[in-house]
């Protein structure tokens, strides 16, 4: 399984992600492709997003944590590795 949540992406890689995934909001992609497509899609989006795009890609592997985490560009969440554990930084609310 894929996840994409992107801020914008190209047209182009709108159309192409649209082959494989759906899109129940804007410029948010789930697919359950099998994990050799999944590294290749992971693959071109990263080649082909600029950072702009502000990608997040969560991908789910076979092997423990059974999940890998990308950013690419500017997007509003941080990732951070933690004994081997990607994990994702959300704001504490001040009170």
Not at 24 to 42: E, H, L, M, Y
């Amino acid at each position: 399984m894929v996840v994409v949540i992107a801020n914008d992406l190209p047209p182009a890689v709108r159309g192409r992600m649209k082959l494989w995934f759906i899109e129940p909001r804007a410029n948010v992609f789930v697919s359950g492709i099998k994990d050799s497509v999944a590294t290749k899609v992971v693959k071109y989006l990263i080649n082909n997003c600029p950072p702009s795009s502000g990608l997040l890609v969560l991908q789910r592997i076979n092997t423990p944590p059974f999940y890998k985490i990308w950013g690419v560009g500017d997007t509003s969440k941080k990732i951070a590795l933690i004994d081997g554990f990607q994990l994702i930084f959300e704001k504490i609310a001040q009170e």
